[in-house]
T-cell receptor
Framework: EAGVAQSPRYKIIEKRQSVAFWCNPI?????LYWYQQILGQGPKLLIQ????????DSQLPKDRFSAERLKGVDSTLKIQPAKLEDSAVYLC??????????????FGSGTRLTVV | EDQVTQSPEALRLQEGESSSLNCSYT??????LFWYRQDPGKGPEFLFT???AGEEKEKERLKATLTKKESFLHITAPKPEDSATYLC????????????FGTGTRLTIIP
């Protein structure tokens, strides 16, 4: 089966600019996650969708970050305006449902964002 | 709040030299403990899920074990291709069942 697709792979922007990331999960996976991974740290959950509804966005900086999952499939994550501390890898993951543990979550390769 | 602490931060081993990575956790009711492997420039790749104390899982040169407070990833006779960052994560029984990750152990196997 095809994996989780993410684009772009790399992005360099200046602070205060805006940027958007795209994710296409594995077909049929109801749950989609966006994680932020700062260099040298483990991934941190930003937002979790179940179909097209938000389950958890408690760690999403809502003054600058937004995310949507239209029709319960693709998702976009946007940052506006970007700050230097937003430099990180943004990982998208999906699973059949939020209880799925036997096979773990499947992660995409991520988008590496550099804010200068 | 769920917490995961991994040690050591980095580990260098000679090829064939066995060792263990540690993952200590606190969680309000453990649903599952996950081990992932992450290669540079890639997303984490699922290895194991452990559900209860005493459980063990094996895959090639890797064996994961679980107690009520920690998990170990044992690496037996490692090869250079085992070099990667190994991430541990916990999923709680309550709330939204999100994964909370540790900071990882960066493993380097020297030929």
């Amino acid at each position: 089966e095809a994996g989780v697709a993410q684009s772009p792979r790399y992005k360099i922007i200046e602070k205060r600019q805006s940027v958007a990331f795209w994710c296409n999960p594995i077909s049929g996976h109801a749950t989609l996650y966006w994680y932020q991974q700062i260099l040298g740290q483990g991934p941190k959950l930003l937002i979790q969708f179940q179909n097209n509804g938000v389950v958890d966005d408690s760690q999403l900086p809502k003054d600058r970050f937004s995310a949507e999952r239209l029709k319960g499939v693709d998702s976009t994550l946007k940052i506006q305006p970007a700050k230097l501390e937003d430099s990180a890898v943004y990982l998208c993951a999906s699973s059949l449902d939020h209880w799925e543990g036997r096979y773990g979550y499947t992660f995409g390769s991520g988008t590496r964002l550099t804010v200068v | 709040e769920d917490q995961v602490t991994q040690s050591p931060e980095a580990l260098r081993l000679q090829e064939g030299e066995s060792s263990s990575l540690n993952c200590s956790y606190t969680v309000s009711g453990l649903r599952g403990l996950f081990w992932y492997r992450q290669d540079p420039g890639k997303g984490p790749e699922f290895l194991f899920t452990l559900y209860s104390a005493g459980e063990e899982k094996e895959k090639e040169r890797l064996k994961a074990t679980l107690t009520k407070k920690e998990s170990f990833l044992h690496i037996t006779a490692p090869k250079p291709e085992d070099s990667a960052t190994y991430l541990c994560a916990v999923q709680a029984n309550f709330g939204n069942e999100k994964l909370t990750f540790g900071t990882g152990t960066r493993l380097t196997i020297i030929p």
